[in-house]
T-cell receptor, first 119, second 110 residues
């Protein structure tokens, strides 16, 4: 159980393109999902907390207009990288845990990640 | 804000040797979690510790949570090549989001 699906797994596109990444909890509902960015051989950097039915909470230094998050249902959150540039190239990964627990006290289930390459 | 520090950053061992990674928090934690990320993969949850002084074992892996709930360790006995990957600790202080350590990359040579 507790499977998180992330799509697409890899995107290569031109500078200026907007890219949408989907994160789905397949066998549980998730009021909250998390979006991370990971650079090669580095740790997970939390970008934002996605909240179902309300605005996402962004970490300091993350541009909310650049990284649009929508959490329209209890099983789907999307991250859109708008007008992507080469510096946005990275590994983006989402996570979620079943609704009902205390935030931060529940194990996170990660998607497979999306490797974004902007040319 | 909350900081979680993890050492070492990298360790290379021979198969059969032991391995330990350490995690320290700047604040008291309500729980600490450990994850493993294989090369090219995503983090996979290993275990959660919530009690002061707690010790849990998973086969060759031993996890400890400090008495003050500010530090933790993961020890692997007799490493195998399948243990290769990056091990992350992640902690939370009650209702805050999880803060991940920078991870320890383990390389095991046969």
């Amino acid at each position: 159980g507790a499977v998180v699906s992330q799509h697409p797994s890899r995107v290569i596109c031109k500078s200026g393109t907007s890219v949408k990444i989907e994160c789905r909890s397949l066998d549980f509902q998730a009021t909250t999902m998390f979006w991370y960015r990971q650079f090669p051989k580095q740790s997970l950097m939390l970008m934002a907390t996605s909240n179902e039915g309300s605005k996402a909470t962004y970490e300091q230094g993350v541009e909310k207009d650049k990284f649009l998050i929508n959490h329209a249902s209890l099983t789907l959150s999307t991250l859109t990288v708008t007008s992507a540039h080469p510096e946005d190239s990275s590994f983006y990964i989402c996570s979620a845990s079943p609704t009902g627990g205390v935030l931060g006290n529940q194990p996170q289930h990660f998607g497979d990640g999306t490797r974004l390459s902007i040319l | 804000g909350q900081q979680v520090m993890q050492i070492p950053q990298y360790q290379h061992v021979q198969e059969g040797e032991d391995f330990t990674t350490y995690c320290n928090s700047s604040t008291t934690l309500s729980n600490i979690q450990w994850y493993k990320q294989r090369p090219g993969g995503h983090p996979v949850f290993l275990i959660q510790l919530v009690k002061s002084g707690e010790v849990k074992k998973q086969k060759r892996l031993t996890f400890q949570f400090g008495e003050a709930k500010k530090n933790s360790s993961l020890h692997i006995t007799a490493t195998q090549t399948t243990d290769v990957g990056t091990y992350f600790c992640a902690g939370s202080s009650g209702y805050s989001t999880l803060t991940f350590g920078k991870g320890t990359m383990l390389l095991v040579s046969p």
